[in-house]
């Protein structure tokens, strides 16, 4: 996979959790690349961290922020546009989930919590993105949501209404944007070997009973899913809008 190259060099690309897991990989082969990429996470320990291992030097700028809050979306963009000029490209790639109960059973301040970081910080980010986009008549945005989005999962439930939300947002977006010539789409993975869901595959019976639901017989790793979103992000993609792609081995088709 090395030498496929989505066309990226010199663009703007602001990845939202690009600290560790999915967005780590996201941003190291947008590097690759030769784009300039922006990272962000709540966590300044997790940036440092990841700044130190992709070695980015002038191309790579990390901004601490949490993106459900207005002020520090702003902060953000207004960082990635100071240093780069403008934006090109937005990955809205940050998700979170605290394990719910039956959604009966569900406190209102873990739906808040889920909605407001997941679904509110995905609209946040891309607004602030597309009133870049607009004036340049140009720009891709392309966000993480979940096969959780289509099919209730226990514990998951407020996240797949979440997702499904960052999914409804991908198709109003692309229709709006689509005049502007601002593409926005989706990509919705099955589990992915990261942090966010060891607990799932790190148990070794649990394992083996999920992926007899899945054709390919095994669970994805982050570069699974950073190929179909680079190739959203690129020109090669530019007549498809409004579509959420699922990255799952085939678990949805059967
Ligand atoms: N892993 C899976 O099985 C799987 C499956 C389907 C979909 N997804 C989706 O894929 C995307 C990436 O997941 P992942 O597995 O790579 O997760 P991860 O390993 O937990 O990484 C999440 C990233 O998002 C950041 N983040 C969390 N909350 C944030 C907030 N409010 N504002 C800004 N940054 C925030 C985290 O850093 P801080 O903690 O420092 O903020 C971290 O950089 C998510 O949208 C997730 O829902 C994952």
Request: glycine share 12%.
């Amino acid at each position: 996979m090395g030498s496929v190259s989505y066309g990226l060099e010199g663009k703007v690309v602001l990845v939202t959790g690009g600290s560790r897991g999915i967005g780590l990989e996201i941003a190291g082969r947008l590097l690759q690349e030769k784009a300039k990429v922006v990272i962000c996470a709540r966590k300044k320990e997790g940036l440092d961290g990841a700044v130190s291992l992709l070695g980015g030097g002038e191309n790579l700028l990390a901004v601490p922020a949490h993106v459900a809050k207005e002020e520090d979306v702003e902060k953000l963009f207004d960082a990635a546009v100071g240093r780069y000029g403008t934006l090109d490209v937005l990955i809205n790639n940050m998700g979170m989930n605290l394990l719910t109960p039956s959604l009966v059973d569900t406190e209102p301040a873990a739906w808040n919590k889920i909605l407001e970081s997941n679904l509110t910080g995905t609209f946040l980010c891309s607004r602030r993105a597309a009133s870049i986009m607009k004036e340049k008549k140009t720009g891709k945005i392309v966000s993480i949501s979940s096969v959780a989005g289509t099919r209730a999962a226990p514990g998951m439930g407020v996240y797949g209404i979440a997702k499904a939300g960052i999914e409804m947002l991908t198709k109003v977006l692309a229709a709006e944007l689509a005049p502007f010539n601002i593409q926005v789409n989706a990509v919705a993975p099955g589990m992915v070997r990261t942090d966010f869901s060891k607990p799932f595959w790190s148990n070794e019976a649990f394992y083996e009973q999920m992926v007899r639901a899945i054709p390919a017989g095994r669970i994805a790793e982050p570069a699974d899913v950073v190929h179909p979103v680079l190739f959203l992000c690129s020109e090669l993609a530019g007549f498809i809008t409004g579509q959420t792609i699922m990255v799952d081995g085939g678990a949805s088709a059967v």
